[in-house]
């Protein structure tokens, strides 16, 4: 899976932004913060990046933030993440909205194969399920994707105190044995479903 675009309004400190992620390699990323010159880089957004994508995929914050306190304190309205992957020849465009004119307070996903134009709407009924859609599409948990983009972050995982059992889960997630267990289980089952 990999991250194209990344699309933010009226979240947490940032107003508008929309970065390109896609063969980026390691990045440096700095603020100046316009507001608040005597500020410097506090305040600019910086660590609002990171959070970003975790609000769109998760619905929180490395810093636990969610509900409407990720609306941008000057707009009060309208916030919406919005990250295209790709996973082999599909996209899918994630989008979570706050106190949104259109979408309100929802979860949306849609996807589309990388010939076709037209995007298809996934969303279900309720968030809960569109959330298990996200993880699914994602291939990882929350905790396995935190770990990954918030190394030396706030949300960095305390693998000293994890137990045995949640570092297992912990690598075998990161490493993706759970997508081949699953792989492995419809094989077996279009093998006996042949074989009958």
Known sequence: MIVLELSIRNFLTIGEARLKLDNRGLVLVQGKN??????E?????KSSLPDALSWCFYGTTARGVSGDDVI???AKKDCCVEATV????DLYRIARHRKDREHKNRLVVFHRREHEEEWRDLTKGTDKLTQ????????????VFK???YAGQEAMPDLPAMTDKQLKLLVEEAAGINRLQRAYDIARQKASAAKE
Do not use: F, M, Q, W
């Open 34 to 39: 316009l507001d608040d010159p005597s500020a």
């Open 41 to 45: 880089s506090n305040g600019a957004g």
């Open 72 to 74: 941008n304190r000057t």
């Open 86 to 89: 790709k996973d082999g020849d």
């Open 132 to 143: 298990e859609l996200v993880e699914r599409v994602l291939g990882c948990s929350e905790e």
């Open 147 to 149: 770990a990954a983009i």
